[in-house]
């Protein structure tokens, strides 16, 4: 098991009152705290080695593409990727998911052809599909979803066909917390022909990921979720698939020769990183991955489990709670009080030192399904302790107080 008390003092901003009360952070859906580690290599690169890369013939250049590179090994190794020349850096997820909706989609797909997209997914795994099935015709298909928030597999069978080119599914998702087998979902699609993407923005933080297990075609996630700096996201992808598709962005960095009748790609994975790319967030994700390579994913994940238990345990026992989703869920609880709107139980626990999410986290047909305009989301990572869950509690109960209902 991990101790987090003592992971904490890794994350110095953790370290500081809100509103007279120490700070409860408990957002980290959203993005994470970051580690003393990542926090030093980001300085240290500026300090003594920043440089653009694959470009400079001196010994800072140097340096800095070296480690830039460093960070795509660790980023393969993390995810199992069979290869760095399948490693894409992006901004962010979202990023790294419309690279896959223009690069591969928008030119392939057709009238007549489908893409089947789980309606519990976040924005950013949804309308990517909904702008290119608009632009090629082709039409989105949807999964369905058991009463507790699990994606119905036992009719797959009858949603994916030979006419469906495309599954997007989470991995984990951002709201109800569900895991979803990916693996099952790739075997159908692999008999129907479907390439498969996976979001994986709420997993890879908190579980150990291996996409050749998962077996899916491509895999997004963002570095800003597991403790790295914003801005710098990771695409994987079959390398057969990244071979056959063309660039996303033009510009420097991304081609081997330029004329002005026309140019030829770099091999990859540089055809799809035009431009000067984020180094510093780069090389910070490296740090990150270091971070969490050293607790052990697994370790990451049994403890979420049991803390995201342990809180739905104790947020069951307060009256007029509503919990969303299924029981084996990620590290987080999304839940609504009765009567408090959800902004205003996230203002009042504030006033409390307690940060939370509220609102309808960028997955609004969620928000539909559940029937319910926004919700709360309390979210775990390896610093979150039960300590944290009995202030937000507290917390709860104030709230619930506050607004005039006895706790
Ligand atoms: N996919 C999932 C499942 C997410 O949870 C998020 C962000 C994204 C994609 C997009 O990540 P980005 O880094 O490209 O923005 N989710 C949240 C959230 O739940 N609250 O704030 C951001």
Redesign the pocket.
Known sequence: MIDARALRKDFPVLDQRVNGRPLVYL?S???AQKPRPVIDAVRRFFEEDNANVHRAIHALGERATAKYEEARRKVARFINAPSERTIIFT???????NLVAYSWARARLKPGDEILVSPI?????LVPWQLAARATGATLRFFDVTEDGQLRLDNLDSLISERTRLVAV??????LGTIVPVASIVAAARRAGAVVLV????SVPHMPVDVQALGCDFF???G??MGAP?GI?VLYGREELLEAMDPFLGGGDMISSVRLSGSEWAELPYKFEAGTPPIAEAIGLGAAIDYLTAIGMDRVHAYERRLTAYARERLEQLPGITIYGPKERGGLLTFNVDEIHPHDLATVLDQHGIAI?AGH???QPVMEWLGVPATA?A?FWVYNTEDDVERLVEGLRAAKEFFGYVA
Do not use: L
């Not at 997914?121 to 795994?125: A, K, L, P, T």
């Not at 989470?170 to 709201?175: A, L, M, Q």
């Open positions: 957002d859906a959203a993005t901004k962010n997820a979202t990023e790294s998911i997914e976040h924005h950013s795994n989470t991995h984990v998702s951002n709201v979001d994986g923005a709420q997004a996630f963002s800003h979720k914003t996201g999410r986290h960028c997955a989301r979210s």
